[in-house]
């Protein structure tokens, strides 16, 4: 048996699925969170039953691809669960009636009731209840209020014994439903509800959005700073570190295990950036140099997410977005992207066109550098300057930029329109914020750590095979010629495949002069997807579109890695 | 009667009629835009932006060739 739920974006329906199974999906406070569907299980009747949280959708009548999930799963549904914004019924009952529609027990979820009364909404659930022909239950999904109501209520649902609808009559009908059980009084304007409309504001809107992009930021760098400083970095050097000591003494100072483990003793000791060992670098540099960052940054952007800055964001910068193809709404795929690629990659679903998703897609696999890449690029090029940081992250919007004005020009078709709907501010519920960062930062080191390990190990018996020596010789021309780096970078390049970060952590003992680190950090961003955000695209965007995009990230690479050692 | 990009920030209109095709109208129409509706304007954004209405105390963005496509009539 499966149960689905199902409702307009952004209602909610994420936070029930994991209050009503325990298995904790990313929630966040903007339309088009969720755009594939999560499966869990419940108890249900004595038996374990299949939840499933449905992509948000307006209408069974799909225009996006996340809508489209939505209309596929129906068919599957034994039991769906509608959630319905509270404060929204009207437009919420559109969806509802046609799911009604489809004649299966049903069970409608008031959710938000909170909001709802705070704004002078006043519902009559046993009216609705009536008119619906199905059970209504009042949730606030975020406190987990009105869940176990719901649970309890779910073998209630039944089959609504009304007739269908025709498309005219539906609206017809919402009209008399709304009239008979909802009551608005009049409320005042609250602060937020100035400042959401202070917002996007032409003017105040942008004052607002440099004001919060230079705040985020700061923040990232002090808190990722901070605890790499006198957290992580201490702990590493003066507990961690004679601990593998120790370990190496055992394994003879030397010999291939020794060097696989333990990599190679720099004077003597462990160099966490050089040692290039499995349980040295292939450690710190996830643990130590990564995390912090990471860390901070879904801080950051948990808080704007359930703030619902992030619509905001979309039509602010809706203008800019059409130069290069694509609406407001594909800053969203770009902003995930700056913490992963691969989230970055699959919320390029809330796009309309084909079109549209592979210009993001590409854009965003090859000018955006995913926080572990960023972390590490800080360290590497930080120390020689804050101008060469400059100039990587400068080099990779001007390639966002130009790239994206070019791919507009030179494919067929046209860019629509946004239309989204912008949610109200909320204020964030600190344990929702707090389990979403942990389940990201969870997911970034279960995924991580394998890649990286594997990386190092890689790169250790490629070494000891020879085979980094051959491949070295064969790309020296564009290696060593074209972009001026040394013969040994080559190893990072290949490495980059696997992931960047560690990457641009091998760059570190090549001992490289300020501009061969500016083009290798830039070349590294550039030049190809890590194999997980491959993966990815391949399946948004199928094998043939994934190869184009990948020739054009390649040809990229040569370019800007030429450029940049000309000009540096 | 006058197109929703040529309404006034802050005005109010009454939405008569969808010109376009009926896919425009169909997703106009899931999110409540439709004829006989209130329509408020709430904002437009500079360099022919998108335009933000707010329908059913909800606010909505939606292109600029979108909203000439939506006729409203405006009260005195």
Known sequence: MKILLMGNPNVGKSVIFSRLTGVHVIASNYPGTTVEYTKGTLKFEDKKVELIDVPGTYTLEPACEAEKVATEMVKEGDLIINVVDSTNLERNLYLTLQILALKKPTVVVLNMWDDAKHRGIKIDLEKLGKLLGVPVIPTVAVTGEGIKNLYTRLKDAKVPPHPTYSKDERWLHIGEIIDKVQVVTHHHHTLIEKFEDASIAPFFGILLFLVVLATSFQIIRFIGEGLIGYAFDPFFEGIYAPLIMKLSAVLGHGGFFHDIFVGKLINGSIDFGQSFGLVTTGFYVPVVMVLPYVFSFYLILGVLEDVGYLPRLAVLMDNIMHRLGLHGAAIIPMILGLGCNVPGALSTRILESKREKFIAATLMAIAIPCMAQTAMIIGLVGSYGGRYLAIVFGTLFIVWFSLGFILNKVLKGESPEIFLEIPHYRIPNIGALAKKLWMRLVGFLLEAIPFVLLGVLLVNILYTIGFIEMISKITAPIVTVLWGLPESAISALMVGFLRKDVAVGMLRPLNLTAGQAVVGSAVLAVYFPCVATFAVLIRELGIKDTFKSALIMMGTALIIGTVLNIIL | ?76
């Open chain 2, 1 to 76: 009667m006058i197109s929703l990009a040529d309404m006034k920030v802050n005005q109010i209109g009454t939405v008569i009629r969808v010109d376009g095709g009926a896919g425009l109208a169909k997703r106009l129409e899931a999110m409540g835009i439709r004829e006989g509706k209130n329509i408020t304007k709430l904002n437009c954004m500079m360099m022919r932006g998108p335009i933000i209405v707010k329908i059913n105390g909800c606010q909505v963005a939606l292109g600029r060739g979108m909203a000439k496509k939506i006729m409203v009539e405006v009260g005195t």
